[in-house]
């Protein structure tokens, strides 16, 4: 009896892809995990992984908690100092770096280094600090322009490769009575992302991690620059109005109403735009255009799994990290039924989806300077948000520029001290 | 008579141990959840603290680096404005509530129609109030546009942004207002307003000086409820604008918790320091409340 499951659950575990096989075998006592994956499709993916995981373990209990997703950004903290979970949900790069800091995720150098997480080579970068690795991402996704393909066919535009390019779609697109860009900027990080985009195009990813890091200046000549490039979108009416009254969703019925043409705006947006009733053939992504002759670079803001340091069941803890980064799984979670991402493994297979295969092609050829998490992710968080607030104040005010760089400025010497 | 001097300490006492005794839970608990904690904001707003590592302390950094922050500034400002502004919950409650203290019939429909507002969610009313300003498809456009003037965007606009909701916050706080004169009215004595008729009063001259004083006690809590209202407004700025456009609808406690414990904050030093200017003001308020209550007791008890 027992030998008949050990031999179910090595034959699981090989599916699964886990060739460490001892990992499997004796796993014992319960694995709790608190996870942020709250949306309808995420959750039946979380819950399915951690079903997966406790059959694959009959010894093994696994405890799911699923947090509300914006909840859990100021819960996490009490999470992991009072009675912490086994494993966690969390985002990578610099959002990492308060409980890196504080001791609070465990330090899985030792897996990265003793090659128990093949395949994950591309994204060890966005998981390291100070040469140390505090996680595994489960998933993530490009960031680009989302345009309404018809519309450009009528107008008989093609995708813009430069940014001059852009802006003569973009003329073309205001003459005919719309307006080139949806975006609600109330939650602010929106015009992060767009800032994000002109900053690495006009000054280079390098440049751009430099502002991020407090290295470079928000009054230099370069950040300057970058506004000057926004500036020419924001005069000639590119952007709807009002923005800053809506959210990123209330900003997508212009889109699906033709009353805006692009939105530049992460992958997760694709599944709003279908269900609005916008079909492939009205929908299409191409990257942000070139501006400057520097290599592009790109967000793909990648979510991810951690072990709380003061986890009761570390041995647990790494055989689901493990799980959840093999081949098979990432497949499996961010496939077209699941998350609709790009699997952080290289061995697993991309969906087969337009949006999703464009932006794997475009991260994986075409994104030569590097790739970024996101505005507010890569910016310390205070910073971020006093930065996106000069930001949406840019984008209403243009003329405040001066105001809000040396805000920005006094800013930066006071929060990378 | 003999037995006086061997009953105990606690049975010779015992009137004035009984009422310690019963306030001594209240007191306790007090102590614990009220005075402690705002004992522990002082405290915590002399260090610089991310919640989760060392403290450590800076004195008074906090309260220089909220001195030339303009964020704080705008704060400020907004709660001053909330303040004078929302006051004027008081005379339009106490307008409605002579204007329905008739007796006409389906009266107690019209009242519960105007309370109305008051039972419903502040987060609702911010959604309410919202829809209602939308850009354009806003009812506030409809009119205006129908009225021929130009669509206005009152929550993008930094200027208008807080007077937008503050109307909006003005809508269940009249209705609350409203309440207490309604009931206050009830007590009114028919025999001073017979006299004052009598005298000769009338309108005005009967509503200031003869209605009017009846209904001190409830301008007094009406007063001290819509200050408080005031000041603890919240709920209608995260709903309605977030603190937006730019900042600019932000008050004391909204952007104390945007240091403190929202997503981009946790710099809970930072944010005690908010809290204590915020608790400050308050103290103002409350200092004259108690002081006014304890003048009135002073006087029933002569």
Same mark, same amino acid.
């Given at each position: 009896m027992l030998k008949s499951i050990k031999t179910s659950v090595a034959t699981v575990a090989m599916t699964a892809g886990l060739t460490t096989g001892a990992m499997a075998a004796d796993l014992s006592g319960t694995l709790r995990i608190i996870s942020d994956m709250s949306n309808p499709a995420p959750r039946a993916i979380m819950e399915g992984l951690a079903a997966d995981f406790d059959a694959m373990h009959p010894d093994l209990t696994v405890e799911l908690e699923v947090v509300d997703r914006e909840a859990w950004k100021s819960q996490i903290r009490n999470a992991l100092t009072a009675n912490p979970p086994d494993v966690i949900n969390w985002y990578a790069a610099n959002r990492m770096a308060p409980y890196v800091n504080a001791g609070l995720f465990e330090d899985i150098t030792g897996m990265w280094e003793g090659g128990d997480l093949p395949g994950l080579d591309s994204v060890k970068g966005a998981m390291t600090m100070d040469g140390k690795q505090y996680g595994v991402p489960y998933t993530y996704y490009q960031w680009g322009i989302y345009y309404r393909e018809d519309i450009f066919n009528e107008l008989g535009l093609t995708e813009p490769t430069t940014f001059d390019e852009e802006i003569a779609n973009c003329q073309k697109i205001i003459d005919s009575g719309r307006k080139c860009y949806t975006i609600g900027s109330k939650f602010l990080w929106t015009a992060g992302g767009w800032f994000d985009y002109l900053n690495m195009r006009t000054n280079g990813f390098d440049f751009h991690m430099k502002l991020a890091t407090g290295e470079a200046s928000w009054t230099s000549d370069e950040v300057r620059a970058t506004f000057a490039n926004w500036r020419k979108l924001v005069d000639m009416g590119a952007f709807i109005d009002d923005h800053q009254t809506y959210s990123w969703q209330e900003a997508l019925p212009f889109f699906v109403n033709g009353e805006a043409t692009a939105y530049l705006m992460g992958n997760f947006v694709v599944p709003h735009l279908r269900e609005a009733g916008l079909t492939d053939d009205q929908i299409d992504f191409y990257q942000f255009p070139k501006i400057a002759d520097v290599p592009m670079g790109e967000d793909a803001p990648t979510d991810t799994f951690h072990i709380a340091s003061g986890a009761q069941n570390k041995e647990a803890a790494r055989a689901f990290l493990q799980f959840v980064t093999s081949p098979d799984v990432q497949s499996k979670i961010n496939g077209p039924d699941g998350l609709g991402q790009l699997p952080v493994n290289a061995n697993a297979s991309v969906a087969d989806d337009e949006f999703i295969q464009q932006g794997f092609e475009m991260l994986s050829n075409n994104a030569t300077g590097g790739i970024a998490q996101f505005f507010d992710r890569d910016f310390p968080a205070e910073m971020a948000s006093v930065a996106m607030e000069g930001l949406q104040e840019f984008m209403v005010f243009p003329d405040n520029l001066e105001d809000i760089l040396n805000r920005l400025e006094s800013a930066r010497e006071r929060i990378y001290q | 008579m003999t037995n006086a001097h061997d009953t105990s300490w606690v049975r010779?006492?015992?009137?004035?141990?009984?009422?310690?005794?019963?306030? /001594?839970? +209240?007191?306790?608990?007090?102590? @614990?959840?009220?005075?402690?904690?705002?004992?522990?904001?002082?405290?915590?707003?002399?260090?610089?603290?991310?919640?989760?590592?060392?403290?450590?302390?800076?004195?008074?950094?906090? *309260? &220089?680096?909220?001195?030339?922050?303009?964020?704080?500034?705008?704060?400020?400002?907004?709660? /001053?404005?909330?303040?004078? #502004?929302?006051?004027? !919950?008081?005379?339009?409650?106490?307008?409605?509530?002579?204007?329905?203290?008739?007796?006409?019939? +389906?009266?107690?429909?019209?009242?519960?129609?105007?309370?109305?507002?008051?039972? #419903? =969610?502040?987060?609702?009313?911010?959604?309410?109030?919202?829809?209602? *300003? $939308?850009?354009?498809?806003?009812?506030?456009?409809?009119?205006? =546009?129908?009225?021929?003037?130009?669509?206005?965007?009152?929550?993008?606009?930094?200027?208008?942004?807080? *007077?937008?909701?503050?109307?909006?916050?003005?809508?269940? &706080?009249?209705?609350?207002?409203?309440?207490? *004169?309604?009931?206050? $009215?009830? !007590?009114?004595?028919?025999? &001073?307003?017979?006299?004052?008729? /009598?005298?000769?009063?009338?309108?005005?001259?009967? $509503?200031?000086?003869?209605? /009017?004083?009846?209904?001190?006690?409830?301008?007094?809590?009406?007063?001290?409820?819509?200050?408080?209202?005031?000041?603890?407004?919240?709920?209608?700025?995260?709903?309605?604008?977030?603190? +937006?456009?730019?900042?600019?609808?932000?008050?004391? =406690?909204?952007?104390?918790?945007?240091?403190?414990? =929202?997503?981009?904050?946790?710099?809970?030093?930072?944010?005690?320091?908010?809290?204590? @200017?915020?608790?400050?003001?308050?103290?103002?308020?409350?200092?004259?409340?108690?002081?006014?209550?304890?003048?009135?007791?002073?006087?029933?008890?002569?």
């Open positions: - | 010779r006492n015992r009137m004035t141990l009984t009422p310690l005794m019963f306030l /001594l839970p +209240g007191v306790l608990f007090f102590l @614990v959840y009220v005075i402690s904690p705002i004992l522990q904001s002082f405290n915590i707003s002399l260090y610089e603290w991310d919640g989760l590592g060392e403290a450590t302390y800076i004195g008074l950094g906090n *309260y &220089q680096e909220l001195m030339s922050d303009r964020a704080f500034e705008t704060s400020l400002w907004n709660n /001053l404005k909330w303040l004078a #502004l929302y006051l004027l !919950a008081i005379p339009a409650g106490l307008f409605i509530a002579l204007f329905l203290n008739q007796t006409i019939t +389906g009266m107690r429909l019209y009242k519960s129609l105007f309370f109305f507002p008051f039972v #419903l =969610s502040q987060v609702v009313v911010g959604l309410v109030f919202s829809w209602f *300003y $939308l850009p354009r498809e806003g009812l506030l456009n409809a009119v205006l =546009s129908f009225l021929g003037m130009d669509a206005i965007n009152v929550l993008g606009d930094p200027t208008m942004a807080t *007077y937008g909701i503050i109307a909006a916050g003005l809508w269940p &706080q009249t209705a609350y207002c409203m309440i207490l *004169y309604l009931t206050g $009215l009830n !007590a009114v004595d028919p025999e &001073q307003i017979e006299a004052g008729r /009598l005298d000769g009063a009338k309108g005005w001259r009967m $509503l200031w000086h003869v209605i /009017l004083p009846q209904l001190k006690p409830a301008t007094f809590i009406a007063f001290v409820v819509t200050i408080i209202g005031a000041l603890r407004s919240f709920d209608l700025i995260s709903i309605m604008t977030n603190g +937006g456009p730019f900042g600019s609808t932000r008050v004391l =406690s909204f952007y104390m918790f945007e240091k403190a414990l =929202s997503e981009y904050g946790f710099r809970m030093g930072y944010g005690s320091a908010i809290a204590v @200017v915020l608790f400050l003001i308050m103290l103002v308020f409350i200092g004259y409340f108690l002081w006014s209550m304890y003048q009135d007791e002073k006087a029933a008890r002569r």
